[in-house]
């Protein structure tokens, strides 16, 4: 007797962006799998997934949002019930992958979590992993399985084509943008600058000095290419010191829209005209300000899982340039 396997995929989301996994389920026309995620009354989880996922390619959705180590702990509780349930391969989509900004020792005596927390993704049981942006190359080489890095480039290009300005200058807010704005640069034909920033010796984590403008913005419109917002003290420090060297107008676009504590006011008394964001994060109405635009990554995570399950390439998606 020959027995053909089959091959299912199944898309389960956590609690943390249930609006965008799905919009990713609708993309790849399936119907998000039931995790029936519930508390006790001491706060602790239950996952309980409704259908029989035996020999299942399993991908979970969710995005470390706030509160971060509640969305983090959901996440591997949902890979470790899928895997004790005898999925056959668990891929944890993680659009954006908290504790990033952590990847190195800044200074001694402390903890690198962002390796930690892909040592926990690892042990709950995740086969591979898939996250959009991450903020730097090296947290891949925090996981010993296969990691597919996602860009949002395509998007914020896209978006760029459409409502950019004559003249206008793609800007790095810091050094370890400055690839990545030069992506942006050649795709669109646009120049590039870079602003140099420090943070002040003993200063609070939020507070940023732009420092010096490298390259010519004076009477152009400045566009920075940033990965996140979080607290928005590098991008309106940029800005500000954009305008002070002669730039006509600014606007901000990021993937992760952290929007931590002061973020909000500092954007609405920025001088930047628009703020382009995508939805890797949730971002309720009441956090929407009047200049905030937000555009849907939800295709390009589809494409990905499409690729992963069918076994094809990823990179080819972004044409190569998805790389850090």
């Known amino acids: 007797m020959e027995l053909t396997p089959r091959h299912r995929l199944e898309i389960v989301s956590g609690r943390a962006h249930p609006s965008l996994a ?10 998000l799998a039931e995790a029936n995620l519930r508390e006790f009354p001491d706060g602790e989880l239950h996952c309980r997934y409704g259908n029989s996922i035996r020999g299942v390619d399993l991908f979970i959705v969710q995005t470390h949002a706030a509160p971060v180590n509640d969305s983090i702990m959901e ?18 989509v993680c659009p954006y992958y908290g504790y990033s900004r952590q990847d190195r020792k800044a200074t001694g005596r402390e903890p690198i979590t962002a390796k930690l927390i892909a040592d926990l993704v690892s042990a709950a049981g995740a086969d591979r992993i898939v996250s959009v942006d991450l903020h730097s190359g090296q947290i891949q ?8 890095h996602l860009t949002a480039t395509p998007v914020l ?28 640069s050649q795709q669109l034909g646009m120049d590039l600058a870079l602003v140099h920033k420090r943070r002040p010796p003993g200063g609070a984590s939020d507070q940023v000095e732009a420092l010096h403008v490298v390259g010519e913005v004076e009477g152009r419109c400045c566009v920075i290419i ?28 990021a993937t992760h829209a952290i929007l931590a504590g002061p973020a909000l006011d500092r954007l609405n008394s920025a001088p930047i005209s628009r ?29 990905a899982i499409d690729a992963v399950f069918e076994d094809t390439s990823v990179s080819e998606i972004f044409g190569g340039q998805n790389l850090l």
């Open 157 to 184: 290009v896209d978006y760029l084509r459409r409502e950019a300005v004559a003249n206008m200058v793609v800007v790095a807010p810091d050094a370890g943008r400055v690839k990545v704005a030069e992506r942006f």
């Open 275 to 303: 703020v382009v964001v995508t939805n890797t994060l949730p971002i309720s109405e009441d956090r929407r300000i009047d200049k905030m635009e937000v555009i849907s990554v939800a295709r390009i995570i589809a494409d």
């Open 22 to 31: 799905e919009e990713i389920a609708d993309c790849l026309d399936v119907k």
């Open 75 to 92: 996440m591997l509780i949902m890979i470790d019930a899928a895997k004790r349930a005898s999925a056959k391969r668990i891929t944890a």
């Open 141 to 148: 080489g925090f996981f010993d399985g296969p990691v597919d």
């Open 226 to 253: 940033d990965d996140q917002i979080g607290t928005a003290g590098t991008v309106v420090a940029a800005a500000e010191r954009l305008l002070e060297q002669g730039a006509t107008d600014v606007w901000a676009m």
